[in-house]
């Protein structure tokens, strides 16, 4: 429980209870609140590629594991704590390799504030910060590894400003190998806080891991486990930021039913600094295939930041795209929380489930409900408006892989919405909204549905809708296409029908209309088609 400092400026491993563990056991250790830990000065962390070959890292129990061919293969941490504030890296481990992880817990905040970068002042490949573990590597693909019934209850704050990559997790940070993992019943309980002083290339902010690397999502399973702690992202950097109620980003082609289940998230997750780009989603912010996994998303999901270029914001995913694996996917979620911008972009992608999605090649995509509000406001006093809004229940821009004149297009089927959707402001191009999708080319809607609790503000693009319901109420206040069903179409619209009132209000600006040409279509069920 003594109090342990350092001024990092050197190859580092400290931990509470050990330093650099090479024993096969540890169990029932705790690092007291008194144990503190701070590091300061320049540190070499440990990232993936191990930079200039130092292994720096701590941790509130264990500051390192060592390398593969160093521990044995049953090596496990079991019922361990640490009540301590950590300066560094990970709440009970530092660095990990092949632990087999049981009922382990931090209650300790962990406020990272010192220096990531080598004696030279140059800023390491990737800073990783995480509740439980802040970093795990895995260089044996034989051996299984696991993670159960661990979580993270300390706040986790990242201020550091010299790292290219940041990744920040509730739980853990893994790398990209194969090896065999199984996480099961892990909770992040803490808040999470990047400040506006961070500076970075990219960074990834998840409640549960921050990334899902393309081969580790082969051989990862997760199992009940969610996110309870909110997140906020302060931090102004001239790259992209991600953050995801369990992933901040995930490239795994596609994950099934049979790898995950019990997943969800119940924290608010915000971006309020300046960017690039922005992936923001209670799921994932970003993701470069379909997870035909269950999910719950409970809390609500904003963007009040300054965007440089494109926001994209989804109660479920915040951007989805280069879909490379064909067929049918059953997505069977369910987005209960808030989505809203209420910043400045370019141009902005938002909705209830999928912010925007595009596809390599024609898929099916079904089972998407979106209960909550869908709220775009035009920040007017930042004097700055986006030149496309694409807003909608479902999704805000879907735009699937077809080819409409041999008819073969891609299907969106069984999703329905019955979130209120409004939309307050304008563009200096297009704005497009829907009750299900905004824009919609090359894409068939089938057996969707927008309910009567829908409450629409936007000019939308739906394409192909088939046997599409309305029963939602269109309020528009800006120069715009708007239809109870879809605003805009290109492609067949079939059996749809529309029970709402289209409330539509314009404000008129003389300025305005010297300079842009204004079109209104309003339509019942489509405001606008064309072919």
Known sequence: NAELTSDGNANIAIGGVVGLDYSTKISNCVNEKSGKIDVGGSIASLD???????????????????????????????????????????????????????????????ICSVDYSDETKTAIKAA????????????????KTSMTNCTNHGKIEYTSATANTINIAGVARFTDYKHTVAIENCVNHGNVVVNDDAEAENIYVGGVLSRLDNTIS????????????????EASINGKVCIGGVFAYSAAPAWSASQASGLSNGGYVNFS???????????AGESTGVHEVPFVAEAEVT???????????GGYIGKMHNIEVGGTFDVTTTANGKVSFNGVAENVYLAGGIGAVTSARPVTLKGITNKGAVVFEDNISKN???ENAYVAGVFGYINLAGNVANRSVSVLKSSNNEGAISYYGKTTDGAYIGGVAGHAPNTSLSGCANAESGKIISKGIAGGIDKMYDGGTVIVTHDMAVGGV????????????????IDYTCVVNAEIDANVTSRFDIGGVVGRVYS
């Not at 930079?51 to 079991?78: F, L």
């Not at 910060?129 to 693909?141: D, M, R």
């Not at 600094?273 to 923001?280: K, P």
């Not at 879809?486 to 009132?501: H, R």
């Open 48 to 110: 993936w590629l191990k930079h200039a070959g130092r292994q720096s890292s701590v941790g509130g129990v264990s500051g390192t594991r060592p390398e593969a061919n160093y521990v044995a293969e049953n090596a496990s941490m079991t019922s361990c704590e640490n009540h301590a504030e950590i300066n560094f890296m990970g709440g009970v481990v530092g660095y990990y390799v092949i632990y087999n992880m049981n009922d382990c817990h931090n209650y300790g905040d962990i």
């Open 128 to 143: 990783n910060l995480s509740g439980v573990v802040g970093f795990a590597a895995f260089q044996k693909e034989s051996i």
């Open 218 to 233: 082969q051989y990862l399973t997760m199992k009940n486990c969610k996110n309870e702690g909110d997140i906020d992202c």
């Open 273 to 283: 600094g300046t960017a690039n780009e922005v992936c923001i989603g209670g799921y």
């Open 303 to 313: 963007c009040t930041g300054t965007v440089a270029r494109d926001a994209y914001i």
């Open 384 to 386: 700055f408006h986006p």
């Open 486 to 501: 879809a605003g805009e179409s290109g492609y067949d619209v079939l059996n749809c029908s529309n029970n709402a009132a």
